[in-house]
């Protein structure tokens, strides 16, 4: 039975990884930073002031370590700049020296993100391409991907990258969907940023956990980075459009037309790699709106 820990286990893309992993035969640690004694055989606490993972590595041997911590948020990286590189690039290197010192035949992946790329210069986009970041927290995911780069070639550990697109589903409160529900909760005419044909390559989390599961099984581990998505292209004003149909009400709303500083305009992914690890979308869009949309209005 493989042994995995999961740092971030309280998170949105963490804490779905944790159990659809235990649902799946494998043995699951988790690890963060809020306490919970319920887990306390198989969970590390982890000190938010100053982390330090030695604890997590040095008594137990993991087959696989999965990093889904970090800040998430470009706005917050325009403001808080240090904070972000903290919690997106020096973590990564805490982690992968604990894996050096404690555990060196432990294999990670490093959840980064499409925001790497910026505005690329052609769609698809494929791994290949350059770094173009437009944000800080863009900037400190590209550097948490040459940390591990870094940490396969100069100290053989086994690593790679997920450049994650654009996830979605339950547990996520924050981004599009969540600012979409929380704007129509509030009544009136909903203002939306951009102009609606903009375009993301959506991934809902039940499919998220999936292709991490696929790259966990056939990744080569070479501190390669690798696309996640699910190749569609779809634009802001039909994604929009779909989640307000899940309403019982009819939503009024409109774009401004002023685009919000950090956000790339036209994304869909190359995902050749990982459809050869095997992997195939399960969730439409639709689908995964829906399960949003009822989780919504139960959680709120």
Not at 215 to 242: P, S
């Amino acid at each position: 039975m493989n042994k995995t820990v999961v740092i971030g286990s309280k998170g949105f893309i963490g804490s779905h990884l944790k159990k659809y992993l235990e649902a799946n035969g494998s043995e699951v640690w988790g690890a963060d930073v809020v306490a919970d004694y319920a887990e306390s055989d198989r969970y590390f606490l982890i000190d938010a002031s100053n982390s330090d993972y030695k604890t997590v590595f040095e008594n137990r041997r993991f087959d696989l370590c999965v990093n889904c911590s970090g800040a998430a948020s470009v706005p917050d990286s325009l403001q808080k700049p240090l904070r972000d590189y903290h919690l997106n690039t020096v973590n990564v290197f805490k982690i992968l020296e604990a894996i050096r010192t404690n555990s060196p035949g432990c294999r990670f992946i490093n959840l980064s993100s499409a925001a790497v790329y910026g505005n690329p210069e052609s769609l698809p986009v494929q791994e290949g391409m350059k770094y173009n970041p437009m944000s800080p927290y863009g900037f400190h995911k590209m550097m948490s991907e040459q940390v591990c780069e870094e940490y396969h070639r100069f100290f053989g550990l086994k690593t790679c990258s997920l450049r994650i697109f654009s996830a979605f589903g339950e547990g996520l409160k924050k981004q599009l969907f969540w600012d979409l529900y929380q704007k129509a909760k509030a009544g009136g005419k909903v203002s939306l940023f951009g102009s609606g044909r903009e375009s993301r390559d959506f991934i809902y989390i039940r499919d998220l956990v999936r292709a991490i599961e696929a790259v966990a099984g056939h990744a080569d581990f070479e501190g390669e980075a690798i696309n996640i998505a699910n190749g569609q292209e779809v634009y802001i004003e039909e994604c929009v459009r779909t989640f307000y149909e899940q309403f019982d009400e009819k939503v009024n709303y409109a774009f401004s037309g002023k685009a919000r500083e950090g956000d790339p305009d036209n994304w869909v992914a190359d995902i050749s790699r990982l459809k050869n690890m095997g992997y195939t979308q399960k969730y439409s869009l639709e689908e995964g709106l829906k399960n949003y949309y009822r989780w919504a209005k139960e959680t709120d």
